[in-house]
């Protein structure tokens, strides 16, 4: 005896949640495609399209990627990730993509939210290179350069370097 068919807002809302949950499970930067997603939760394409839309009221890859973009967005307001790994982090490997994507979602761009964090969180996003002080060798000071010798133009001189040859021969007179 089967059960009872779930009303079409129900139904949907669960299978949704089992969306949420799937996509969880999976690793952030893991290409997410509707058909695999489908098929592990058991349902057609076209229901797990037509539930996004009902239950979220947008179509299913504008709320895959509203949720990515989301998970950037937390990583970016802790102030510990770049905006570059935050992007990649979440599957957008596109950074000019990402940035617009992301301004238009949240009305400012990665770098913004980023810059917020980090002034809040005075966070230093690399730690300061120890300065190393500059070895200087009074013998290399008092050493002249030779004056190079001025024979045809700098391009016949490169070329000569590069076939081998020497760029200026003395001639015997």
């Known amino acids: 005896m089967r059960a009872a068919p779930l009303p079409s807002r129900n139904r949907h809302s669960s299978i949704i949640a089992e969306l949420d949950e799937l996509v969880s499970a999976l690793p952030p930067s893991r290409p997410l495609y509707s058909k695999e997603l489908a098929q592990q939760i058991g349902t057609s394409v076209r229901t797990l399209q037509s539930a996004s839309l009902s239950a979220r009221g947008m179509s299913l890859h504008s709320y895959l990627r509203l949720k990515r973009l989301s998970e950037a967005r937390l990583q970016l307001s802790t102030g510990a990730f770049s905006v570059k790994s935050a992007a990649l982090a979440n599957g957008f490997w596109h950074l000019g993509d990402f940035s617009r994507v992301y301004r238009s979602t949240f009305g400012e761009m990665p770098s913004q939210t980023l810059a917020r964090a980090r002034?809040?969180?005075?966070?230093?996003?690399?730690?300061?290179?120890?300065?190393?002080?500059?070895?200087?060798?009074?013998?290399?000071?008092?050493r002249q350069r030779k004056?190079?010798?001025?024979?045809?133009?700098?391009q016949r001189s490169l070329m000569a370097r590069r076939i081998g040859r020497r760029h200026c021969q003395e001639t015997s007179g």
């Open 119 to 142: 002034a809040v969180n005075i966070l230093p996003f690399r730690a300061p290179r120890e300065s190393k002080p500059k070895v200087v060798l009074v013998s290399s000071l008092s």
């Open 147 to 154: 004056p190079r010798p001025l024979c045809g133009s700098r």
